[in-house]
C-alpha cells in the first residue's frame, strides 16, 4: 500500500505536468523493484490516470463550462473538434502499435506493447525529444508571442494535437500533455487553448485506455490461474482504487502549478527539465535499472 501512494503522488504531480508521469512512474517503480510491464502495473498506471482524469474534469469544469457548453453551437463546435482529434490518435496510435508488435516482437508468442514499457533505454530518448518540442514551443511564443488567446481552436490546431497524442500512446517517456500543448502551440493555438483542450482529450481517452488494461489483466489473470501462480485481483483492484484517490489530491495541485507556469510564460523550463531528467534516466539504465 505504501508504494502505491507513492507511485500516486509520483504520477498525480507528474501526469499533469508535461514532463511525462509514465516515465517518472517507471523510474520509482524500478528503483522499487517491482515490473512496469506486469499487468497489475499496468492497471494501476492507468487507474492513476482516472484520479487524474478526474483532478482535470474539477480543475477545467468552470473554464470548458464557459468555453464549450455555452450554447448549442459551441458545444457542437467542440464535439466535432474532440472526436476529429480523437479519432486522428486512434488511427496513428494503433498504427504505430501494430508496426512496433509486428517488427520488434515479430516471432514473439505474446507480442504487447506493454513489454516495451520498462525499458530505460526507450524512455530516455522520448523524454529529450518532448523536450526539445517543449523547448522549441515554448522559446517560440516566448520571442513571438504565438497564438491569439481570444481565437477558438481551429480543426487545423486539433488535428496536429490529435495526431502527436496518437504518437504518444506508445512510448513511455513522450509526455501526452507536453506534446500535444506544444503541438498545438506550434500550430497557432493560444497556449491556454491547447492546454484547455488537451486535457479534454485525456478526459476522452482515459476510459477505453482503462477497460483495455482491465481486459489485459483479467486474461493474464486467466492464464496465472492456468499455470498455478494464480494473480490476486483483488489486492491489484484495491490498490488501483487507492491510488487513484491518492492521484486526484495530487493532480489537482500539479494543475494549478501548470496553469500558473502557463500564464507566466515559462513552458520552455519544463524542455529543460525533460532533457535533464533524460539525462538521468540514461544514467539509470546504465547502471542495470
Given amino acids: 500500500m505504501l508504494k502505491v501512494i507513492v507511485l500516486a503522488i509520483v504520477q498525480g504531480l507528474a501526469e499533469l505536468l508535461p514532463v511525462s508521469s509514465s516515465a517518472h512512474v517507471v523510474v520509482a517503480e524500478k528503483l522499487m523493484g517491482l515490473n512496469p510491464s506486469s499487468p497489475q502495473m499496468t492497471l494501476l498506471l492507468v487507474m492513476l490516470h482516472t484520479g487524474t482524469m478526474f483532478a482535470v474534469i474539477a480543475f477545467f469544469w468552470n473554464k470548458w463550462k464557459e468555453a464549450y457548453f455555452s450554447s448549442g453551437k459551441a458545444?457542437?463546435?467542440?464535439?466535432?473538434?474532440?472526436?476529429?482529434?480523437?479519432?486522428?490518435?486512434?488511427?496513428?496510435?494503433?498504427?504505430?502499435?501494430?508496426?512496433?508488435?509486428?517488427?520488434?516482437?515479430?516471432?514473439?508468442?505474446?507480442?504487447?506493447?506493454?513489454?516495451?514499457?520498462?525499458?530505460?533505454?526507450?524512455?530516455?530518448?522520448?523524454?529529450?525529444?518532448?523536450?526539445?518540442?517543449?523547448?522549441?514551443?515554448?522559446?517560440?511564443e516566448k520571442r513571438r508571442m504565438l497564438g491569439n488567446s481570444e481565437r477558438s481552436l481551429t480543426t487545423r490546431e486539433a488535428a496536429w494535437m490529435g495526431i502527436v497524442q496518437g504518437l504518444a500512446l506508445p512510448f513511455r517517456g513522450f509526455s501526452r500533455s507536453g506534446s500535444t500543448i506544444s503541438a498545438g502551440m506550434l500550430a497557432g493555438a493560444a497556449k491556454e487553448r491547447a492546454e484547455e483542450f488537451s486535457f479534454a482529450l485525456a478526459v476522452v481517452l482515459t476510459p477505453p485506455v482503462v477497460g483495455r488494461e482491465l481486459l489485459r489483466l483479467l486474461k493474464a489473470s486467466h492464464a496465472a490461474a492456468a499455470s498455478g501462480a494464480p494473480i490476486d485481483l483483488h489486492a491489484a483492484l484495491v490498490g488501483s482504487l487507492l491510488g487513484m484517490v491518492f492521484a486526484f489530491a495530487a493532480g489537482l495541485i500539479a494543475l494549478k502549478w501548470l496553469s500558473a507556469w502557463l500564464e507566466t510564460g515559462r513552458w520552455y523550463i519544463f524542455g529543460i527539465y525533460c532533457v535533464i531528467a533524460s539525462g538521468v534516466v540514461f544514467y539509470l539504465h546504465t547502471q542495470g535499472f
Fill in 75 to 140: 458545444f457542437k463546435r467542440f464535439a466535432v473538434l474532440v472526436i476529429w482529434a480523437t479519432l486522428l490518435t486512434a488511427v496513428v496510435g494503433e498504427g504505430l502499435k501494430k508496426i512496433i508488435e509486428k517488427t520488434l516482437f515479430r516471432g514473439a508468442e505474446k507480442a504487447e506493447i506493454e513489454q516495451l514499457f520498462s525499458h530505460l533505454e526507450l524512455i530516455a530518448p522520448a523524454l529529450a525529444a518532448v523536450g526539445v518540442l517543449i523547448l522549441i514551443a515554448g522559446l517560440l
